[in-house]
């Protein structure tokens, strides 16, 4: 079992850019696991964003390429995603996820609003 806190998520205009942050913990939980970021906008599916793995590669979804980055800190069991030149597509609930399991484990969801 693993325990997911997310954090970071607001409001920001267009072009700006926010840190989101998601804590792992639990007896489960491995600084060996890849954590990933994923994302919902309203009415859609949830759509996977970004992954690392436990040695640090890192791979991400064509629309957020260039302007997102994931990093870990494996100290503190915690993911971050670092977004910038946000734009109004941006806008979902963004959710960090371990592939636990099965079936892995998500975190409760951060709202990020991009807007005017």
């Known amino acids: 079992q693993v325990q997911l806190v997310e954090s970071g998520g607001g409001l920001v205009q267009p072009g700006g850019s926010l840190r989101l942050s998601c804590v792992a913990s639990g007896s489960s939980f491995r600084t060996y696991y890849n954590m990933q970021w994923y994302r919902q906008a309203p009415g859609l599916q949830r759509e996977w964003v970004a992954v690392?793995?436990?040695?640090?590669?890192?791979d991400y979804a064509d629309s957020v390429k260039g302007r997102f980055t994931i990093s870990r800190d494996n100290a503190k069991n915690t993911v971050y995603l670092q977004m910038n030149s946000l734009k109004p597509e941006d806008t979902a609930v963004y959710y960090c996820y371990v592939p636990t399991g099965p079936p892995g484990s998500w975190g409760q969801g951060t709202q990020v609003t991009v807007s005017s």
């Open positions: 690392i793995t436990s040695g640090g590669s890192t």
